[in-house]
């Protein structure tokens, strides 16, 4: 899965394609507006709230992308971590483009990122002074990322829109599983990691 | 007629006391684990970050979380936020306060009761 989406293009091929079939109906009628009333059929298309939703993602992965690009300035990455931060980060940015892109189909207009210094601050970067303090903030983040698109899916009202969150989940879960073993720590015994 | 208010109110209250009873009560430590996973991604307590900061919500009028941007529906829910309303949102947070932007569920109610456990007691 990794593999097949190592480029950014292929993401946003695939997830484009998910997303066009749940906007159809409002692209091809020229009223992007059409894409919000669709969501009265369940399962068919997005819906209001689809658009805040998504947005919300859309906050994690630009938060996610600068937390990685302070990991990778701060010298206190080696490698092959920083190799593992920056393909990261990369790959969030994929997902940046792709739900910015939804969103622009939806009608929708996509948040932007906040400073680096509210960034800094909300993230407490000050407390970070070691490789591992990095790896830890990471995956936190990561899992409460995959935790965050699970918990949506229910509240999308379309099924593709549903299917593009589970593919990004899959990503943070990825990510949360490399960060965990570059850590040294071992993976939970129970089933269902996630959600 | 003032019989018949005074008990449907005694019923009401019976009925409210069960379902007080029956509801799980939360473990504020697993809370805070859930926490972190499920809601840490958004949230802080002390930050606003993709969602408001969390220290206080418990007691607090739902929109009013200093520096943070809430939705228009948000801002005119008429909710504080205690038990019953934060296990509410939890479950479903659009169906409670419609053009919110947060569609994160919590469906598990044992979850539930954890984190809002944990959150009553990060606002004492």
Known sequence: MIEHYSSRRGLLRATGTAALSAVAIGILGDAPALARAAGKEPGVAANAGDIDILNVALGLEHEAIEAYQIGAESDLLQKPVLDL??????????????????????????VQPKSR?????????????TQADILR????????????YIGVMPSLGGKALAQVCAKIAADEAAH?????????EALPKPAFMFG | MRWALETAAAVWLAVAATAMAMAPS????RGAKLY????????????NRVGPAHRGVY?????????????PAMRGARIVWNEATLDRFLQNPQAMVPGTRMGFRLTDPARRADVIAYLRQQSR
Do not use: V
């Not at chain 1, 940015?93 to 207009?109: F, M, N, P, V, Y």
């Open chain 1, 85 to 110: 931060a920056l393909l990261f980060q990369g790959q969030h940015k994929g997902h940046r483009d792709a739900l910015a892109g939804t969103i622009g189909q939806l009608g929708g207009k996509a």
């Open chain 1, 117 to 129: 210094a509210d960034y800094m601050t909300s993230l407490n970067i000050a407390a970070i002074k």
């Open chain 1, 137 to 148: 903030l990471a995956q936190a983040h990561e899992l409460g990322a995959a935790n965050a």
């Open chain 1, 176 to 184: 949360w599983s490399l960060l965990t073993s570059a850590l040294g």
């Open chain 2, 26 to 29: 939360g473990d504020p430590a």
């Open chain 2, 36 to 47: 972190a996973a499920n809601c840490g991604s958004c949230h802080s307590l002390d930050a």
């Open chain 2, 59 to 71: 007691g607090r009028k739902a929109g009013t979380a200093r520096g943070y941007a809430y939705s």
